[in-house]
């Protein structure tokens, strides 16, 4: 059974009733109603739906509230309700679908746009948080709605729409509704005053404010100025044309309130506090913090601008204007996607493609892009990093998008009020998926560049969710544009798309003849032509080579071009091997700059790198830095130096990088590392991370204690300090996994306390980790291997007891919510009632941290329910102040008669 209100007059509801098929009150209405109701009723079938059409008496929110309090009673079978009548559509600027007269309106949710505080000056403040909004539309309506919204339902409902609109008007009579003409469809610009305009009509008018006969007349009898009108082009251009335009569909926000809204400034103030919800309204603010990430568009601004007069063919080609025009959609799906050769240049112009669709050919559009980075952190380098970044670029700039992604992100504030919570791939796909089957405002484009960093296993599946995202749109006729680049390899492919190949384009070519006119210095025609020949698209190798001839015409060397040109070899690892080979006098500083770069936990600052070659390669004591003596240029020079130009400072100087993502193929994947020491033949990996594991412990062994508790001080004293004091265990942990043994490592700090201090002083000092020792720096990091070969060292004590925030190790393991570590220190002997620590206990500890089956693995250790102490008194409290229901009802269920507790003297536990 459905409910209908409808709050206006009595001629405006003969429409709705106009709609019934047949009246149940003809028939002495078999449902009758409760004898406490005090409403009024019509009641009746429309198609197979039983109605009930619930007659107000009156405007406002209070008449609403009575009629709905008192419906139930006599209804309780209502499953829907429907509130109809006469709206007002806001007008909102030319990006979005012009509202006429006639055209019906569907909310997808309510604002109550006069609920809040009203301050001196007319400052009016809608109260706006979560408890004061109205709830959003049930997950059934909500599902229904997007569904109504997807083109081929949203075209059908328009086309029974029209049907069913000739339908009804011969029901209405002759003194039924008919269209009024477009004298009375006129929207003028909002700061334009409805008041007396002639000179000398009305002195109130005149002195600013509004009389109350202008109120009630006409705009012709106010003189109102026609060119003040906005301009919509769907109404007949005849004037006071009496034939309606087609009526249209729109889905939005519907705003609510016991005031009718007549001011054009107030209506549009009131619009503008309401859009643009993602930067004003607090969980707008925060759903947008809870997508970003740190380096988020990094990648995109580290990458070259085009160079002067380049890139601009391909505007020109047949491909981008077939996808730019939605030309031939069935057979390419809005899919356009370049590849070429590494080094080729595809980023580049992926980036000068998204430069011009901002300001150009896709200006007003909605443009998100994504640049996988191999070389940077996980989310910028994983599917999960680009989801976040495109829902996040999405819901900045549309507004809908981002109300319905509100609706996901306060239902996940409530399941976990902690905050301990991620977003997964798996919904934002599904988001994403959602989006594209429905009717944007704006037209969508999504760009990603260099697919094949996201690694091999995940490349095939990004593929495939973008080309299902395709589909999707074009099933749904939504204005949806993908543009994608890789490599050639590894090979995946879509079966619907545009294909453009970089190196294969003449126009390209010409770029790079372009490049080298511009940048080589003493160039002849027979230089230029050869290296033409020998680059074979690839632009990055012209980008090094003209820098090697630039160097040798420095030096006076004209024949030297020549010679060097002829000895180039034009594969780019090839180049790549040819600058190693380039003055081996400093060979060891070159391979441990390579393996810096190559093998650091994060991305490595200038500084820090400076300091590692000099404490890795020399050895000396280090003194305090002194910018004086050792300033940026310094710096920059010594890497470049070091690293035979292949690595460079990223956009701002502050950490460094190879100069191109194939520089880490040539060297790992190819093998090349390992040609350059013998050292490194058997086992590059883990001998590598082996060696930095020895420049962090010996740039950390070189301070002295106590420390300077100053962070900053610290800091610009000794710039390597805080990277070796927080990843020297990462590399010790890698070493080991990668078969290098660290035995002699930690055998050494428990023959020499001074060094555990020393390494877990520092440690303290640079992250949030209060550790007592080493061990528990292990446990916290989830070192698993470390922790295997610590416990075979003399002098090893898995229960060693330290002040502090964590107490032992077993406590800093689950702080890190290493379930497998938890099990391994147990099995090592732990004692799993052992007290210290903030939280008393480790099962308090595992309480708090909301980790239930580490709860369970503590349970089964004889862990003591009842034992007290701690931050929170014992287990239980700990899961109440966290709201842990599940841990509190595990708890619950322990009975000490059922089991002997394991490897404990006391209390009770619970086999499960």
């Given at each position: ?22 009246y ?12 406490t ?47 109809v ?14 509202i ?47 569904k109504?919204?997807?083109q ?11 049907v ?178 590494p ?63 509100l609706?996901?992100?306060?239902d ?37 560049d ?59 070519e ?11 210095i003493g ?17 990055m ?8 001839l ?23 690892e ?5 600058l ?81 993502l ?39 062994m ?88 610590f ?15 964590y ?27 052992a ?53 509190m ?24």
């Amino acid at each position: 059974m459905i409910l209908i209100f409808h709050h206006q007059a009595r001629r405006k509801a003969n429409a709705v009733e106009a709609a019934f098929d047949k009246y149940w009150d003809d028939d002495g209405d078999k449902y009758g109603k409760f004898t406490t109701d005090v409403n009024e009723y019509t009641t009746g079938l429309i198609s197979n739906h039983n109605v009930v059409l619930a007659h107000m008496p009156g405007m406002g929110k209070k008449n609403a509230a009575n009629v709905a309090a008192n419906f139930r009673s006599s209804f309780p079978g209502i499953k829907l309700a429907l509130l109809v009548g006469i709206c007002g559509g806001v007008p909102d600027g030319q990006d979005r679908a012009e509202i006429v007269l006639g055209d019906v309106i569907i909310s997808d949710g309510v604002v109550e746009f006069d609920f809040g505080r009203r301050f001196p000056g007319s400052h009016f403040i809608r109260k706006d948080t979560s408890t004061d909004n109205l709830s959003p539309p049930r997950a059934e309506i909500r599902a229904m709605l997007a569904k109504l919204q997807s083109q081929r339902n949203k075209k059908r409902l328009h086309d029974k729409l029209a049907v069913n609109i000739d339908a009804l008007c011969p029901k209405l009579g002759t003194g039924g509704i008919k269209y009024p003409g477009t004298g009375l469809d006129q929207l003028y610009q909002p700061a334009y005053r409805h008041q007396h305009h002639k000179t000398g009509d009305c002195e109130i008018c005149e002195g600013g404010s509004i009389c109350s006969a202008a109120q009630k007349a006409s705009c012709k009898q106010l003189g109102c100025d026609p060119t003040r009108l906005v301009a919509r082009k769907r109404l007949p251009v005849a004037k006071n044309a009496t034939r309606a335009p087609p009526p249209e569909i729109h889905f939005g926000r519907i705003a609510t309130g016991d005031t009718v809204m007549k001011s054009g400034p107030a209506r549009s103030l009131d619009r503008g506090r309401q859009a643009g919800k993602l930067r004003n309204d607090k969980h707008g603010k925060n759903c947008g913090r809870s997508l970003s990430f740190r380096n988020i568009d990094a990648r995109h601004q580290d990458i070259s601008v085009a160079h002067r007069s380049t890139c601009k063919w391909f505007l020109e080609t047949k491909a981008f204007q077939q996808w730019r025009d939605h030309d031939d959609l069935p057979t390419n799906n809005g899919v356009l996607w370049i590849k070429g050769k590494p080094g080729a240049g595809k980023s580049t112009l992926m980036k000068y493609t998204l430069k011009q669709a901002r300001q150009a050919f896709f200006k007003g559009h909605v443009t998100a892009a994504y640049f996988f980075n191999a070389r940077g952190t996980d989310l910028e380098k994983t599917p999960l990093g680009m989801l976040r970044s495109l829902v996040y670029q999405l819901i900045d700039q549309d507004d809908d998008s981002c109300n319905r992604l509100l609706v996901l992100f306060r239902d996940k504030l409530k399941k976990h009020p902690q905050g301990q919570w991620d977003w997964r791939r798996g919904e934002l796909e599904e988001y994403l998926l959602l989006e594209a089957s429905r009717t944007h405002k704006k037209p969508i484009m999504f760009l990603i560049d260099a697919l094949d960093e996201c690694g091999e296993k995940e490349v095939q599946k990004v593929v495939s969710f973008l080309e299902a995202l395709s589909i999707e749109a074009v099933q749904a006729s939504a204005d949806l544009r993908i543009c994608l680049s890789s490599r050639h390899y590894p090979t995946v492919s879509m079966r619907k798309s545009l294909e453009l190949i970089v190196e294969q384009m003449q126009e390209h070519e010409e770029d790079i003849q372009t490049y080298i006119r511009d940048r080589l210095i003493g160039r002849t025609q027979e230089i230029e032509d050869q290296l033409l020949n020998k680059a074979s698209g690839i632009f990055m190798w012209v980008v090094l080579v003209v820098a090697m001839l630039n160097q040798a015409f420095s030096h006076g060397k004209l024949e030297a071009m020549q010679t060097l040109l002829k000895e180039l070899p034009p594969d780019l690892e090839q180049v790549f091997q040819t600058l190693l080979n380039r003055d081996m006098a400093n060979k060891d500083e070159t391979i441990l700059t390579l393996q810096w770069i190559l093998f650091c936990k994060r991305q490595i600052q200038p500084v820090e790198l400076f300091s590692a070659i000099l404490v890795g390669t020399t050895r000396q004591h280090l003194d305090p830095w002194d910018t004086s003596k050792i300033n940026s240029d310094t710096v920059s020079r010594r890497i470049i130096h070091s690293s035979k130009g292949l690595v460079e400072q990223r956009q701002g100087g502050t950490t460094l990088q190879f100069i191109h993502l194939s520089i880490n193929d040539f060297l790992l994947r190819n093998q090349r590392l390992r040609t350059l020491d013998p050292k490194l033949r058997d086992n590059p990996v883990g001998t590598s991370h082996d060696y930095l594991r020895r420049c962090c412990f010996a740039y950390v062994m070189s301070m002295k204690l106590p420390i300077q508790k100053d962070y900053h001080v610290v800091r610009r004293s000794y710039p390597f300090l805080p990277y070796a004091a927080k990843y020297i265990f990462y590399h010790a942990e890698t070493a080991q996994a990668s078969g290098v043994s660290q035995r002699k490592f930690l055998q050494a700090l428990l023959k020499q306390p001074e060094m555990d201090r020393i390494l877990t002083a520092f440690y303290r000092l640079f992250t949030d980790h209060r550790c007592g020792d080493v061990l528990q720096i292990l446990s916290l990091d989830g070192s698993i291997d470390l922790v295997r070969v610590f416990s075979s060292c003399k002098g090893f004590d898995v229960n060693s007891q330290h002040d502090g925030y964590y107490g032992n190790a077993l406590q800093a393991a689950i702080a890190g919510g290493h379930t497998k570590m938890v099990q391994l220190l147990l099995d090592l002997g732990a004692d799993v009632n052992a007290k210290g620590g903030k939280y008393g206990f480790a099962l308090q500890a595992a309480a708090w941290h909301g980790k239930k089956e580490i709860v369970r693995i503590l349970l089964r250790h004889g862990a003591n329910v009842h034992a007290q102490g701690g931050r929170y008194g014992n287990a239980r409290r700990a899961a109440e102040k966290v709201g842990s229901t599940s841990i509190m009802k595990l708890l619950d269920t322990v009975d000490d008669a059922k089991v002997k507790p394991k490897n404990a003297k006391s209390s009770s536990c619970v086999i499960l």
